[in-house]
């Protein structure tokens, strides 16, 4: 074998040995991201179940929202319209966590097929 095809075949190598070693990395990143998001989805279950117990007491919260109104209505404007920019923020966050959710399973998918099962970082 010439010098030349066996340099070729060693830098080869070296790029395929780095090429796995960047695929276990993103795959560790992964690991990491889907592990923050984990966490805001258990913070987005505990907020869910705040929402319902404010919605079971509806009608006292309406009523004291009313005696607040009538005692300090500017009080009631400058936070009714904090929680419309809070909603409208939460609302296009919706969005963009269900698009991250599906690309990070589609990089995993990817990245585990490549690599084989069992070989993460």
């Known amino acids: 074998m010439s010098p030349e095809s066996v340099e070729l075949l060693l830098r080869k190598q ?68 904090r929680g419309w920019l809070v909603y409208l923020a939460t609302h296009r966050l919706r969005g963009i966590w269900g698009t991250a959710l599906v690309a990070i399973g589609k990089l995993r998918g990817e990245a585990e097929a490549r690599i084989g099962p069992g070989h993460g970082g």
């Open 14 to 81: 070296r790029l395929q040995l780095l090429a796995a070693d960047q695929r276990r990395g993103c795959v560790g990143l992964i690991e990491k991201v889907e592990a923050g998001m984990n966490t805001v989805a258990r913070l987005q279950v505990s907020l869910q179940a705040v929402g319902r117990t404010l919605k079971d007491r509806a009608p006292a919260l309406a009523l004291a929202g009313l005696v607040v109104l009538v005692w300090r209505p500017r009080g009631v404007l400058r936070w009714t319209q």
